[in-house]
């Protein structure tokens, strides 16, 4: 930030002395945040008009034309705005002298070389405020004079690149015609006539020409030009070239230079657009293959669409840019390449948001998907700027691409192949594998425009439906007007793969039904708007309704239509008995609405996967059907017991649906599952718990390693054993794992299999090949080939079977895969239930399963989606378990179960070796704890209120009974032993899984343990296994001495012998410390401090009577410990502690100097290193300081005794001089600076320095 200069002598300075406010709003207005600049420049105008004060303004202008040549780039654009809006508020003031200042100021002339940017800018933004004042159109000869700086500082491009050009632009847009004739247009002649030298020349023309055309008419362009237009055959070249510099210029910004925009326009008003782009875009500017060029193409294509009329746009859409843009789309899918697709996509939007012709957007549309490699559209088939079509362009979109999928027309398409498809194309069934891409992107796009914002209507909707429908299961017979879909055939019939892709993205436009908000602008789709409803129409019908009746009416005309896989006699049966069943629901009552619905969603969905996998899909769809029939028949609830309950047939049935993959079936089934979770038994549940069962998973995997295993010889070894199976159980990419095959199979080569080995023996010895003795060149070539023959097959064959091997291997990881995967949908249902129903006793059955989980992905070696099952396991057993707020208010009969459960999860974390695990089952005991804490019986209930209303007076023992009355059906003898014996074996063992912090969120959370667990507390601060537990005993018995509870559930007697107590073992445990080698010594010094500090206040303030008197010696005799004052913390909490004993911390004083030499000793001569020039020699020595008085060791000795706090810091620096000295005194008695060492100025600035850190580390000397 600069200086305020201050105010000249001329005019009065008594003002600007005082007025310190007035010249803050300067310095404000050149700090970098615009909001400050803003309110300093309003601020300003506000002071100026209130004063009037000449002198005040005068000094106003100065500075901020000063300001305009700011050296900081933030501080510019300040100043500039703040002079534009003074000279817009203040009339009076003349332009042309403000702009004579400015050219005074910042002469560019007579400005040294450094500061010469800094000029320029002053010079700019000066013009740019005289323009902003708005003031520059009425002042002719101030807007001359502008427009020439202006055209000196284009000049200067190094610097100010175009910005002098686009202001001169600026000002013409501003400026009326009259004034550009009569002042500018003599001034910009020059520029005018050499308008194709620079793109920047030749934008100001452009300009000129759509501001003025009055002026330059085409008679005065062909004086200027030498042609009337602008857009001619005979200035092509030239234009190209414009073209060129302007696309090189843009290059960093990314960009379409604004000449290019002006170009556009100014031919399509000429009528030559056509010549334009066809001979200086495509034959010209795209000609050169270069990155800014070719950019420059895509940017006039996408900012030509809003000024072509319907009849141009084909030039642009069917053109050779477009073609060349689609190879860009193609070939940019590589990583680390320049996509142009999304800016050409913001182009597309931005056109379509603006057009209301509807021709126009669907000639757009058209065009962009006719853009195709080998058949497939090069946009993408979810395009956002679907949203912005109108109605009527939206229902002829449709249509186009619906007889684009039965009649590819590939004559209309702007279709290309790259070099790489030509070299690796087949030309076979090249027509049908376009076809095939083409019909999956369109139903791909079909999809698509269901899933967009835009505005759509129910009829389209269901239009785009029944068409992927039909199509994915059904053939067309014979047109009938009943089915729309059968009156038009498609030209190149669908095969199998084509149904199949149709099939699979129609399932894909199941879940976005399911998802889609009610469509239509009546007040009813308004209204279940607001509530959010999803998957129906206006009139409450389910979507997957409707195309289930649209199938039955499929199925029905057999004589007009076919499916692609015709039902069976048995699935028909199925198929009409379940839509009976769904008439069936919809005549229920409303009071089983929730119930309803569920199923009638799930039977829905699993109806209509009977076209996509019948044989899979009969037998789930009829368990489902006799699971809804029993769940409503009040009479089949008698039934026998041996048969399950319709909850867990729902619960197999939901389960069998995650195992697919498919978003919309585990949406749909954990929608289900929330609405039966009030019907859960005890049995359903465990069918979801067994699945997440790892010792389940693990007799699987056995299971089919003992499968493979029967397939080996007993010689493999058990090292390559373990090999394989550490292979089935990677999860990396399939190079990784040809190389550890690889490298399996050279381990492998030493242990050949005994097997092949004995054939091949058989095969060399059947062709002489093992004679011994015998030469090769006894043997002739037909025996020689034979046995090649046979040796090369049994090689095959042995390869087969590796593979084999191989190929099982690679079969089992997937399957390990997909039923990790499966585990992890089947979270889902967990975490529903435990959201839907956490006051249930069936929690307590989640627990274990989830600890069973968490400790077995522990400890396994986790790949990535190992880690993320036990990541959402995690989260779901704190978030959803452990941390409702929520819990089972009924545990009266599982009260004896769940005591016993909470002693084994806490002896269970206790003997784990993980600390990470036992936190887990450490959390869960909590939790066990609460449930139990929480719940009373009634009767005890009843008995409790009504002692404390007889007790009200007693204070004693009306907390003793809140204390009763908190712990509810808490056998609190039975826990405080279990949590006594963790907390016993924690700090009285060496090895713990237990941490602090499960014991401090006891405390924290149930203050009820703080009085049974204070024993073994205070006891463990002396007997703790090691320093560490001594110090977290201190630690936890802190954090129970402050509860409220604890002192609310004692008599004063026993609170006042608890502080005693505590404070005597404390004493004991500091008698054992003697020395402060290690960090954990430190660490339990200090938590011992810390729990004085609290019990000495407390004693204090509550006037008990404790014996402090051996603390205080204990204490003394600590601080001369060694390496007592290492730690700056442990001394302030040291003497903390002492001040409440009645100690002063002894005062740091600033050391006195200490002088070098004694009084009278000679000054040491400077030793001579070498020639020094004269010139170089130091004629006034400093003369070197005396030595500090005999005192100074002695008082240092006091000092030292004083405190230990002097002797901790002198000890950082005194370690090899300690026995020099002999602990006498915290100073050397010898100064460090030798004669003849170093020059007499060095020795003076290190004295200085070490005095300096001394002074800072040692205390002064105390009498």
């Known amino acids: 930030m600069e200086a305020a200069p201050a105010p000249g002598p001329a005019g009065p300075r008594g003002t600007l002395q005082q007025n310190r406010q007035f010249l803050d709003f300067f310095w404000d207005i050149a700090k970098p945040q615009q909001e400050v600049r803003l309110a300093a420049t309003e601020s300003l105008l506000r002071y100026l008009r209130a004063s009037e004060q000449e002198d005040e303004l005068k000094y106003t202008l100065k500075r901020l034309i000063e300001g305009l040549g700011a050296t900081r780039e933030a501080a510019r654009p300040g100043f500039s705005l703040a002079l534009a809006q003074v000279l817009q508020s203040f009339e009076e003031i003349p332009l042309h002298t403000v702009l004579e200042q400015i050219k005074e100021k910042h002469n560019l002339e007579r400005v040294k070389k450094k500061l010469f940017r800094s000029a320029a800018f002053g010079n700019f933004f000066g013009v740019l405020a005289l323009f902003q004042s708005g003031r520059l159109a009425k002042d002719k000869k101030a807007l001359l004079e502008c427009v020439r700086l202006l055209q000196n500082l284009v000049q200067h491009h190094a610097h100010l690149r175009d910005l002098p050009r686009r202001t001169l632009v600026d000002i013409l847009t501003e400026i009326p015609e009259a004034v550009f004739e009569e002042v500018l247009f003599g001034a910009l002649q020059a520029d005018l006539t050499s308008a194709f030298s620079t793109p920047g020349q030749l934008h100001l023309l452009l300009v000129s020409i759509q501001k003025f055309p009055g002026v330059l008419k085409p008679s005065k362009l062909k004086r200027l030009l030498g042609s009337s237009a602008i857009v001619t055959k005979e200035n092509i070249p030239r234009l190209v070239e414009v073209l060129k510099t302007a696309a090189r210029s843009e290059k960093k910004d990314k960009n379409l230079p604004r000449v290019g925009l002006d170009l556009l326009r100014v031919s399509v008003n000429e009528g030559a657009f056509e010549l334009f782009w066809e001979e200086a875009v495509e034959n010209g500017l795209l000609k050169e293959k270069s990155g800014p060029n070719s950019y420059m193409c895509y940017r006039l294509l996408g900012s030509a669409l809003p000024l072509l009329s319907l009849d141009q746009l084909p030039i642009v859409l ?164 009943e089915i729309p879909e059968t009156e038009s055939l498609p030209s190149v019939p669908l095969d199998g793969q084509s149904h199949s892709t149709v099939a699979n993205l129609f399932f894909s436009l199941l879940q976005i039904l399911n998802n889609l908000p009610v469509l239509g602008d009546t007040a009813e789709a308004a209204a279940l708007r607001e509530k959010h409803v999803h998957g129906v129409t206006a009139d409450r019908s389910l979507w997957l309704y409707l195309i289930l009746q649209y199938a039955s009416t ?31 629901l919809q005549k229920k009552d409303k009071s089983h609405n929730m119930e309803i619905v569920a199923f009638q969603h799930l039977l829905l969905l699993v109806g209509i996967h009977l076209f996509k996998t019948p044989a899979e899909t009969l037998d789930l769809l ?26 867990e047939v729902i619960v197999e049935i939901l389960l069998s649906l995650l195992s697919q993959p498919s978003l919309l079936m585990r949406r749909v089934s954990k929608s289900v599952f929330g609405r039966i979770c009030p019907y859960m038994s005890k049995k359903a549940l465990h069918l979801i718990l067994d699945v997440l069962d790892p010792e389940q998973d693990q007799d699987e995997e056995c299971a089919v390693v003992v499968m493979e295993e029967t397939d080996k010889k007993k010689k493999s070894s058990g090292a390559n054993m373990d090999e394989e199976e550490s292979a089935d159980s990677s999860d990396d990419n399939s190079s990784a794992e040809d190389g550890e095959e690889d490298s399996e199979d050279e381990n492998n080569t030493d242990d050949v299999d005994e097997n092949f080995r004995n054939q091949l023996m058989n095969v060399l010895q059947a062709g002489n090949a093992l004679g011994g003795d015998q030469s090769d060149d006894d043997v002739d070539d037909e025996t020689m080939l034979a046995l090649d023959e046979n040796v090369s097959a049994l090689f095959a064959e042995q390869q087969k079977r590796i593979q084999a091997k191989k190929d099982e291997k690679e079969k089992m990881r997937k399957e390990k895969i997909l039923r990790r995967d499966f585990k992890i949908k089947v979270l889902d249902l967990v975490e529903v239930f435990l959201a839907k129903q956490p006051e249930s006793p069936l929690v307590f059955d989640i627990i274990e399963a989830l600890l069973l989980v968490i400790e077995q992905s522990m400890s396994s070696d986790a790949d990535k989606q190992e880690q993320d099952f036990l990541q959402k396991t995690a989260d779901i057993f704190k978030n959803r ?107 009285t063992k060496r090895k713990s899984a237990l941490t602090a912090a499960m014991f401090l969120d006891l405390l924290a959370r149930f203050p009820v343990m703080c009085k049974p667990l204070i024993g073994t507390l205070v006891k463990s601060i002396t007997a703790g296994a090691r320093q560490h537990q001594q110090a977290q005993a201190c630690v936890l018995l802190q954090k129970a001495l402050q509860t409220r509870d604890l002192k609310l559930s004692m008599t004063e007697e026993e609170w006042g012998e608890l502080i005693k107590e505590s404070t005597s073992q404390i004493t004991e445990s500091l008698k054992a410390v003697n020395q402060f080698k290690v960090k954990v010594d430190q660490e339990k010094v200090i938590k011992c401090l810390e729990l004085l500090n609290f019990l000495i206040k407390t004693a204090n303030q509550q006037k008990l009577s404790v014996e402090l008197a051996e603390l205080s010696r204990v204490l003394q005799a600590l601080s001369q410990q060694e390496g007592f004052g290492k730690s700056g913390r442990l001394s302030n909490l040291y003497w903390n502690v002492m001040n409440l004993l009645g100690f002063a911390r002894p005062k740091r004083e600033k050391a006195e100097p200490q002088p070098e030499h004694g009084p009278g000793a000679e000054p040491l001569k400077r030793k001579k290193k070498g020639f020094l020039p004269a010139s170089k020699k130091r004629k006034n020595r400093k003369k070197a300081p005396a030595e500090p008085p005999e005192g100074g060791a002695e008082s240092g000795k006091e000092a030292g005794a004083a405190g230990g706090e002097a002797a901790a810091h002198n000890s950082r620096k005194r370690k090899g001089a300690a026995g020099k000295a002999g602990g006498e005194s915290p100073w050397p008695k010898k100064a460090k600076g030798s004669p003849g060492k170093e020059t007499p100025g060095k020795q003076g600035k290190a004295r200085r320095k070490k005095k300096k850190k001394k002074a800072k580390q040692t205390p002064a000397p105390t009498a």
Not at 467 to 481: D, I, N, Q
Request: net charge positive; glycine share 4%; proline share 3%.
């Open 622 to 647: 009829n368990d489902l059907l006799n699971c809804i029939e029993r769940a409503f028949d009040k009479k089949s609830k008698k039934a026998d017991d041996e048969e399950p309950e319709w909850v």
């Open 318 to 481: 069917r053109g050779e840019v477009m073609r060349h843009y689609g190879e860009h789309v193609v070939s940019a899918q590589l990583p680390d390449r320049f996509k142009f697709a999304p800016e050409m996509e913001t182009y597309v939007d931005s056109f379509l948001e603006g057009c209301d012709d509807p021709e126009k957007q669907l000639a757009v549309m058209v065009g962009f998907s006719t853009l195709t490699n080998q058949g497939y559209p090069v946009v993408p088939s979810f395009w956002k700027v679907v949203k912005h079509l109108q109605p009527e362009t939206l229902l002829k979109y449709v249509n186009w691409l619906k007889r684009m999928f039965l009649r590819p027309d590939f004559d209309c398409c702007l279709d290309f192949t790259t070099s790489r498809q030509k070299q690796n194309q087949e030309k076979a069934n090249l027509t049908q594998h376009c076809v095939l891409r083409l019909r999956k992107w369109i139903i791909a796009r079909l999809v698509s425009i269901i899933d967009s914002q835009g505005k759509k209507e129910e009829d389209l909707v269901m239009d785009i439906v029944r068409f992927c429908f039909f199509h994915a299961f059904f053939e067309t017979k014979k047109p009938t007007s």
């Open 554 to 584: 499929l199925l029905s005309h057999g004589k007009h239509v076919k499916a692609v896989t015709p039902f069976t006699a048995e699935q028909r049966a199925a198929w009409d008995r379940m839509l009976q069943s769904l008439e069936n």
């Open 881 to 987: 378990l452990c941390r409702a707020k929520q819990y089972c208010k009924s545990v009266g009969d599982h009260q004896a179960d769940l005591h016993a459960q909470l002693e084994s999860l806490v002896k269970r974390a206790s003997k784990h070796t993980d600390s990470a695990v036992a936190l887990y089952y450490f959390s869960a005991s909590l939790y066990l704890f609460k449930v139990l804490k929480g719940n009373m019986a009634r009767e005890e209930a009843a008995t409790l209120s009504s002692s404390k209303k007889k007790q009200k007076n007693n204070k004693e023992n009306s907390a003793q009974t809140d204390q009763l009355s908190d712990t509810g059906l808490l056998d609190l003898k039975r826990v405080t032993m279990v949590y006594q014996e963790a907390l016993s074996g924690f700090l």
